[in-house]
């Protein structure tokens, strides 16, 4: 037998081990092992029954993401006929589910006769998640067991459920709290004992049957506006239904043949791609995992305003005890109100309890004397950008704090190496740039000066996490790597703006893209006056550089965004969706004449690609520059900093799907137009 699968036996009882660190990936080698052992078990006199489980803390992660370009060997049986001959095998199979069964784990589970689940394991199918749906019987066999309501919820959610909730749901048999191996190995053998016919989850047909259509149709119309620009979800759907009308293998064909389908496109190629770029972040070349880090117990945050706030939940979500500094009693009062105020939205929305709420603002305090600040770990500065502020700031909690804090300032354009060489431990400072709503937005920019010692970055990158961030390592550079891009970006668009579109036009063309916004909606949101603070210091550093005059006209015109009600967009008061302005209208259309320019018709194909993949080559220059680790890098801090639908990717990612060649064409294009 081979090593990939461990044989032991219990009495009786027969267990098969899974051991394919580090998550039990179903392998093809995995597959090819149970495709053999499973039958010869059956055959075997001394064996009663069998014991599935894993080895490790998972029971089985799914099939081998790694392996999905390529093509199954001949040698390895198909998977779904390994599960078929699990199913009508004559003796009891017992999945012992000792950690998370996703994707194809939850389906071999299934395939077995029965299911023990330790406290503490999950199951999910989270193939949603990769663009794909399940592809081993799982919209067959889910509804079967769980009933179609839940199969829709997980697997069109992709959500995990807990093992309690999974033997509530009917897709485990017992909840173990003790030694699940002892326990499926007895229930094993009293099922062998019993000489019932091992149940076949394929052949239960009540929780499916009797089902209406309108259940399905319902579904699909709740879903619609979050799976916009997917089609996965409705595929799923159409599986979960057929389960519901079709025989059994006509079920499973119906689903193998949208499966593949799904798993071939390009947008279940990015979601894959998006799925190890995100676990890449965290693998710093020179900074090996094992790096010493401090351990963060307290925080402060300087500036009490709503980025100083924002940042300060983040901590009390995650349990940790923060002080808020600000230069007055009053400056403080308003910033921790708005805190509470924030607090008590999610919790009048029902997605927060109030006793969650006080424990969470119970860990917020606020002060005006740097001495009150001297033990933190670490100190976050959030004022406004303003160099000569921030250096003195520095210079002063330089001074009070203890000598081992770690000192960072979250400004998102100022240069963090002049900040921290006012200070006495450069080694200890570094940037923390979050995004706006920073409670909210899963993306943090840490960014690595160039005195920055190796445990500063490892405990920053750290305790992104213990904050449920993906923190991202980047270099210092004006606006550092998202903004930076963004810069670009939204230059070529002001710049079509000029030459002929309309701000609404390029908003619809990228929102059907996929973005949740398009560029000058996004403008209205985090407000043309911050925008134009910027450009200032854009000029300053490439002062022969055209640019486009429009946002300074808008901008002094004082229609700064959704905050006056109006920008790029009209706004009626306290509206989040702006209506097309005429006012801004006639302005471009002025301003095109006055420069000279004739109005000429943009394709939304020309502002997707004047925008994506003036994306693409920034982060080129990023990369060459080494203020990036890698191009994946950047498709992570798009797609968790600015909405790049997960579907396609990120900037880099796109860029190879279109092909170099093409872009190179329209970047050169831009380039010859721009500058
Ligand atoms: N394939 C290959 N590698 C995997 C993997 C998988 N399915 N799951 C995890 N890994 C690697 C991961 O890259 C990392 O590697 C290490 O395991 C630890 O993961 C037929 C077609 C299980 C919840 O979508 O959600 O089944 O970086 O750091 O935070 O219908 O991994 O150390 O080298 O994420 O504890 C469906 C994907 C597949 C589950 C664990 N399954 N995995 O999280 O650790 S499609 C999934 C996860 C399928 C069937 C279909 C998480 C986790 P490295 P980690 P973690």
Redesign the pocket.
């Known amino acids: 037998m081979s090593d990939i699968i461990e044989f032991t036996k219990e009495g009786a009882v027969g267990v098969l081990t899974i051991n394919n660190p580090?998550?039990n990936?179903?392998?093809f080698a995995v597959c090819k092992a149970l495709g053999q052992i499973i039958p010869d078990c059956m055959a075997d006199d001394d064996i009663a029954g069998l014991v599935i489980t894993g080895a490790g803390?998972?029971f089985m992660?799914?099939?081998?993401?790694?392996?999905?370009n390529l093509t199954r060997p001949d040698d390895v049986p198909d998977?779904h006929d390994v599960l078929r001959a699990m199913e009508e095998a004559p003796k009891p199979i017992v999945a012992a589910i000792n950690g998370?069964a996703?994707?194809?784990?939850l389906?071999l589970a299934m395939g077995c006769h029965y299911r023990l689940i330790a406290a503490g394991a999950?199951v999910g199918?989270?193939?949603i998640?990769?663009g794909?749906?399940?592809?081993?019987?799982?919209t067959q066999r889910l509804p079967r067991l769980a009933g179609v309501e839940a199969a829709l919820e997980m697997i069109v959610g992709g959500d995990?459920v807990s093992a309690e909730r999974a033997v509530e749901l009917g897709i485990a048999d017992e909840l173990v709290d003790g030694d699940l191996l002892a326990r499926a190995a007895e229930f094993a053998a009293e099922k062998a004992a019993s000489g019932e016919a091992p149940p076949a989850t394929g052949k239960r047909n009540e929780k499916i049957a009797g089902i209406d259509a309108a259940v399905f149709e319902a579904y699909r119309e709740k879903i619609a506006g979050r799976s916009r620009g997917l089609e996965a979800p409705f595929e799923a759907v159409k599986c979960i239904e057929a389960a519901t009308n079709l025989p059994l293998q006509e079920g499973l064909a119906l689903e193998r043949d949208i499966?593949a389908v799904l798993?071939d496109s390009d947008k279940a190629k990015a979601m894959r791609y998006m799925?190890?770029a995100e676990?890449?972040v965290?693998?710093i070349p020179d900074i090996p995992r094992d790096t010493e880090t401090k351990d963060i117990k307290s925080a402060a945050i300087i500036g009490s305003g709503t980025m100083g706030g924002g940042i300060a939940m983040c901590f009390a979500n995650a349990g940790l005890p923060v002080t808020l500094i600000d230069v007055s009693e009053e400056a403080l009062a308003a910033g921790i109100g708005k805190v509470r105020a924030n607090y008590a939205g999610t919790v009048s929305r029902g997605r927060l309890g109030q006793d969650a709420m006080d424990t969470r603002l119970g860990l917020i305090s606020g002060a005006t004397d740097y001495a009150d600040i001297a033990d933190a770990d670490i100190v976050i500065e959030a004022v406004f950008e303003d160099m000569e502020l921030k250096k003195k700031i520095f210079t002063e909690l330089d001074k009070t704090c203890k000598p081992s804090a770690i000192l960072a300032s979250n400004t998102s354009t100022l240069d963090v190496n002049e900040i921290g060489a006012v200070t006495g431990r450069p080694d200890k400072v570094c940037g923390t740039h979050f995004f706006s709503p920073a409670n909210v937005m899963k993306l943090l920019e840490n960014v690595r000066t160039d005195a920055a010692s190796k445990e500063t970055i490892a405990t920053v990158m750290k305790l992104s996490k213990t904050l449920g961030k993906v923190g991202v390592l980047v270099g210092v550079c004006n606006g550092f790597v998202g903004n930076r891009i963004l810069g670009v970006a939204a230059r070529i668009t002001d710049f079509m703006v000029e030459e002929g579109a309309l701000p609404w036009q390029v908003d619809q063309a990228i929102y059907d893209f996929g973005f949740a916004m398009g560029p000058f909606a996004v403008n209205d949101l985090a407000g043309i006056d911050i925008r134009h603070m910027t450009r200032a210091e854009q000029r300053r550093l490439w002062p022969d550089r055209r640019d486009p005059v429009l946002v300074d006209k808008v901008y002094e015109l004082g229609r700064y965004g959704q905050k006056t009600n109006a920008g790029w967009y009209d706004y009626e008061p306290g509206a989040r969706r702006g209506t097309p302005s005429q006012l801004i209208e006639d302005l471009i259309v002025e301003t095109s004449g006055e420069l000279g320019l004739q109005r000429r018709q943009f394709s939304d194909q020309e502002i997707v690609d004047g925008y994506v993949l003036s994306m693409a080559n920034t982060g080129a220059q990023i990369l060459e520059e080494g203020l990036a680790l890698r191009a994946s890098d950047i498709d992570v801090i798009w797609h968790y900093g600015y909405g790049f639908p997960r579907y396609r990717g990120g900037p880099m990612f796109h860029a190879d799907l279109v092909g170099l060649d093409k872009v190179y064409d329209a970047v050169s294009r831009l380039y010859d137009t721009y500058g």
């Open positions: 580090p998550a990936a179903l392998s803390r998972m992660a799914g099939a081998d993401i790694r392996e999905f998977f998370v996703l994707g194809g784990g389906e999950q199918q989270p193939e998640k990769l794909f749906i399940p592809g081993a019987g799982g995990p499966f798993r799925f190890f676990r890449e965290a693998k």
